[in-house]
């Protein structure tokens, strides 16, 4: 079992930026794929950004390319996302997951192949 546990969301003016934390706890492996989803009010849960732990390779969303980046710290095993240049389309809630699927190529972004999620942290941004 691997515990997520998210943090760093908030309530931010368009153009703003913020810092997702996830912090992963218990049996995670360097071969697992962390990625970052969101969810926005009455809309399904989307990809946004992935990274393969063992090669740091990332994949993104097209919606998001150039202003999200995902990054590790692999001391204190915690997969981060920076979120700049916010807009009001960008409010939801995020969610940080891990698969266990082996990938080659891009981390993938299927949310159906992630087995472990995190509570979710909420991003609010104002226009």
């Known amino acids: 079992q691997v515990q997520l546990v998210e943090s760093g969301g908030g309530l931010v003016q368009t153009g703003g930026s913020l810092r997702l934390s996830c912090a992963a706890s218990g049996r995670f492996y360097a071969s697992y794929v962390m990625g970052w989803f969101r969810q926005a009010p009455g809309k399904e849960r989307e990809f946004v950004a992935a990274?393969?732990?063992?090669?740091?390779?990332?994949n993104y969303a097209e919606s998001v390319k150039g202003r999200f980046t995902i990054s590790r710290d692999t001391a204190k095993v915690t997969v981060y996302l920076q979120i700049n240049s916010l807009k009001p389309e960008d409010t939801g809630d995020y969610f940080c997951?891990?698969?266990?699927?082996?990938?080659?190529?891009?981390?993938?972004?299927?949310?159906?192949?992630?087995?472990?999620w995190g509570q979710g942290t909420r991003v609010t941004v104002s226009s």
């Open positions: 990274m393969r732990w063992s090669d740091s390779r990332t």
């Open positions: 997951a891990a698969s266990k699927t082996l990938s080659v190529g891009l981390p993938t972004g299927l949310k159906e192949v992630y087995d472990y």
